[in-house]
């Protein structure tokens, strides 16, 4: 029985394997090219979709970082803003101690007004401040609102909100990068306590208040204290509150007033007639505190009351100073936070760049063997086809 020889099978097979070994010549061609071990996802399935996910996480630190960028400018900014305004607090504090002098003459104590005027005014355009995106600084989550507006009398409003702006720069770590205008310059912790002292002085008085505290956070009266002298030279005062009168006694500066949980201590030489009229409040405004100084700049030193109520400013802007240096830290926190969490994205970018070389990085030296190798293959291939392609049977006949 005689069986059908195709030349065309023979053909056909050595064909294939060239076209083989070239697709294989060529791969390691595009190796070498890229250095890159991993072309495709067909060379590796497995290696290639680790590869994404820790191409993915480098990217994500990426993002991380670029926002550290943007938060660490954000807060430089806003830390500047913050020092100016410190000094601006510190300057108008000087200022007012000037004015508490009483041998100045009354040219003297106009400049110090007009200077006091002038730091007020270039307090409150700081305070309105714009970043680098058009944003206002100090408006807490409302950017686009202007934070503080004057009135005519001089009362300095607040427009924006309570909160921060922050921006994710971990997956779980958030940081402000802005203060709401309300915490930094409205919502100041009372140097005195909690009430506003209003005094009513008699000549030659130096009374001031050194603390008024309340334990009953829930009374809201205004008290008001009194002294007169009595007959074994000693100071005996009555305690009002809301205009009753509720204790009378005999002063002790050691022991202050006390009255159920108000606690009263002051300082200072009394003179009988001095009064001290108590308003509940546990925060200060330096705007306040600004208007109220303005108010003041042009009395006459020589009035007690007014004195008094100067070095109350006087008390009430280094409370400021105390409070924005106080923010201040609490800035250079965050920017620590900044500098540790970009170090450790920096850290973990190193390792997964290890990682992903591992993975996809070409051996140069194995892939040149493996070049040669089939290289020298599809040379062999190549003279078989020439060989198999002139065989057929017609030689043969």
Not at 153 to 180: C, F, H, M, P, W
């Amino acid at each position: 029985m005689l069986n059908r020889i195709s030349s065309f099978h023979n053909y056909q097979a050595v064909q294939n394997d060239i076209s083989r070994q070239e697709a294989k010549v060529h791969h390691n061609s595009a190796q070498l090219a890229s250095g890159k071990k991993l072309l495709t996802a067909g060379d590796d399935p497995v290696a290639a979709l680790y590869a994404q996910n820790l191409t993915q996480k480098k990217e994500e630190l990426r993002q991380y970082t670029d926002t550290i960028t943007l938060a660490r400018n954000r807060l430089e900014r806003h830390e500047v803003a913050i020092a100016n305004a410190e000094q601006f607090a510190d300057d108008a504090k000087r200022s007012v101690m000037e004015m508490i002098n009483g041998s100045l003459a009354p040219e003297d104590r106009y400049a110090h007004a007009q200077d006091l005027k002038g730091i007020a005014s270039n307090f409150l355009n700081l305070t309105n401040m714009l970043d680098e995106s058009g944003n206002y600084l100090f408006s807490g989550t409302k950017p686009k609102t202007q934070p503080f507006f004057k009135s005519n009398d001089g009362t300095v409003a607040y427009a924006g909100d309570e909160y921060q702006r922050k921006l994710k720069v971990s997956g779980s770590i958030e940081v402000a990068v802005n203060d709401a205008g309300s915490k930094l310059f409205t919502e100041i912790k009372n140097p005195f306590g909690d009430y506003d002292p209003q005094y009513a002085l008699q000549e030659g008085s130096e009374l001031l208040l050194s603390q008024a505290t309340n334990t009953n956070y829930t009374d809201p009266a205004t008290y008001e204290v009194s002294f007169s002298a009595s007959a074994n030279g000693q100071y005996n005062y009555q305690l009002s509150k809301d205009g009753s009168v509720v204790k009378n006694a005999q002063f002790d500066p050691s022991e202050g007033i006390k009255y159920e949980g108000v606690d009263i201590q002051i300082r200072g030489q009394l003179k009988s007639g001095d009064v001290i009229t108590l308003e509940p409040k546990k925060t200060i405004s330096i705007f306040d505190s600004f208007k109220k100084a303005s108010e003041l700049a042009l009395n006459d030193v020589a009035d007690a009351s007014t004195t008094a109520e100067l070095q109350q400013v006087t008390d009430e802007f280094h409370a400021a100073f105390i409070h924005l240096s106080q923010a201040r830290a609490e800035v250079g926190t965050r920017q620590n936070t900044l500098d540790q969490q970009e170090q450790q994205h920096q850290d973990f970018d190193l390792t997964l760049s290890k990682s992903l070389s591992s993975i996809e990085d070409l051996d140069y030296a194995q892939a040149v063997i493996e070049f040669n190798e089939n290289t020298r293959a599809l040379q062999a291939s190549q003279q078989a086809f020439g060989k198999v392609k002139d065989i057929t049977l017609f030689n043969y006949v």
